[in-house]
Every structure is written in C-alpha cells, then in structure tokens.
C-alpha cells in the first residue's frame, strides 16, 4: 500500500518537475536543440538538477540492491553496446526534435489536455507496438 | 538567450531526480518512461504486478498538470508541429526508443546517474540527432 502511495507521488513529483522546469512546453524543447539559432540551455540544467539527485538514489540502489521494502532491485546492465542502442536512439532524437515532445511531456501534455499531445502518444503507442510485435519478430 | 530558465529547470530537475530516486528505493523500478508505456501493452500472461506500478506512475504524470494548476496558473505547452508531423515524430519516438531501450529519462537521467556508458552513448546519439534534425527543420529547409 506504501509503495503503491510512493510510486503514484512518484508519477506526480515527475510531471510537476517537467511542468516547472519547462519542459513540457515542446517551443522550449526546441530552443535547445536549436544550437545554431537562439539556444535555450535550459533542457541541459534539468539534466544535471535531476542527475544531481538521481546520482544519490542510484548509489544506495545499487550497494543495496535491495528497496526500502527489501524487495530485490534488478537494474539493467551498463555496457552492452549494440547498433540497436545506436540507431534507435537516433531515431528516437529525430522524432524528438520533429514535435519537441519525448515520452514523459508528452504524457504530461496529454493530462492538460493537448489535443496535440494526444495525437502523438498514440502515434508513439503504435510505434512501440510496431518495434515489440512486428520488427522484433520479423528481425 | 532570452527563453533562458537556469533557476526553475535546475529545480525541476531536482524534482525528477527526487522521483527517479523515490521509484528505484521504493519500487526497484527504474523511471524510463518509454518503458514503463511499452510495458503496459505486454498482454500474454503478465502478472498484476507488471502493471500495477505502471499504472499508478502514469497516472501520477496525467494528474500532475491539475495539481500543479491548482497552486499557480500552468504553463502554456506552445506547439508549432502540424498533425501529420506529430504523428511522424510519435512513431519515431516510439519505435526508436524501443529500439534503442530508452528516452530522456531511462537513459538521459536515470542511466547517467548511474554513470553507465550504455545510456552515455544513447544521450549522445539522441541528442545529436535532434541538433542536426532541428537544424535542417529552421536553418536549412
């Protein structure tokens, strides 16, 4: 019941970070991609704020590897490299830089009510259900 | 520079390294958000459990807008993409951070607070993939 209570504030301390950091505002995320025009910083600082914290909670997670609860932490490994990582992440940064939206702003531009950000969490849903179902399979 | 925020995206950013830490010390979950979504639409035989977390983290980003509304007035999400262009760029996202494991947050935070070389090398792509594609966007086409 604790955990379950954590992980919905969890969800809610996420969303009002990336509204209060500007990051669910795709013109913003675009300033910073905009490295030649007129650059916007910002995203870089809400990169190291949330590294910032996250460093410390990752540290105990992984000396523990166990939670609060003492229920075992599986983290996935650091150093498997493969084309897969490479050109996927590339992909994923063309999209981003397309709608200036990614995954989390997205879903939190869904919950105020974009019609926009609707239009693409589902392009997003598809996209995920075709890399799972379709091209892992046919690979 | 003028769009420049260094206070409040410092402080936003505290706030997702705080929940990414609540989620790993409390659940043992990592907070990347393209996988806890992907996960949702595992159907076969999947245990409650694989959603539940899932659901409630969710949940908690689709209500965050109207909480923070109700203390101060919610920021406008200004976008200039067109529907067919937001479509696009959902698929990309979607497929490409399945394929590549990750977004901004598995990867751009909660691997790097982890120092892991795997998300370094997937910050790094991502990124100079949205530089050069948002150049070709406003510069060039």
């Not at chain 1, 540290?59 to 003492?70: D, Q, S, V």
Request: with cysteine.
């Amino acid at each position: 019941m604790m955990k379950n209570m954590n992980t919905l504030i969890a969800g809610i301390i996420f969303g009002i970070g990336l509204i209060l950091s500007g990051m669910t505002n795709p013109s913003k995320v675009i300033g910073f991609l905009d490295i030649t025009g007129n650059w916007d910083p910002s995203l870089a600082f809400v990169m190291v704020g949330a590294i910032l914290v996250g460093f410390f909670g990752f540290r105990r997670a992984e000396k523990t590897n166990t939670t609060l609860f003492n229920e075992p932490i599986h983290l996935p490994g650091k150093s498997h490299i493969n084309k897969e990582l490479i050109i996927g992440s590339f992909l994923f940064g063309a999209g981003w830089a397309l709608a200036g939206f990614c995954p989390g702003p997205a879903i939190v531009a869904l919950g105020a009510g974009y019609k926009e950000a609707l239009i693409f969490v589902i392009a997003m849903l598809l996209g995920m259900l075709i890399h799972d179902n379709l091209y892992e399979k046919l690979k | 520079m003028e769009n420049f925020t260094p206070i409040q995206s410092l402080i936003g950013g505290l706030l997702i390294g705080l929940s990414a830490s609540i989620l790993i010390l409390s659940s043992g979950k990592v907070a990347g958000i393209s996988g806890i979504v992907a996960g949702l639409m595992q159907f076969k035989n999947t245990p409650k459990e694989h959603y539940l977390w899932r659901v409630l983290f969710i949940a908690g980003l689709l209500i965050s807008s109207a909480l923070y509304a109700l203390f101060t007035p919610l920021p406008v999400s200004e976008i200039s993409a067109s529907y067919s262009t937001l479509l696009i760029a959902g698929l990309l996202v979607g497929f490409g951070t399945r394929m590549g494991s990750g977004c901004t947050s598995g990867h751009g935070i909660c691997g790097l607070s982890r120092l892991s070389l795997r998300s370094l090398l997937a910050t790094i792509s991502f990124m100079l993939s949205g530089f050069v594609v948002t150049y070709v966007l406003i510069h060039v086409i």
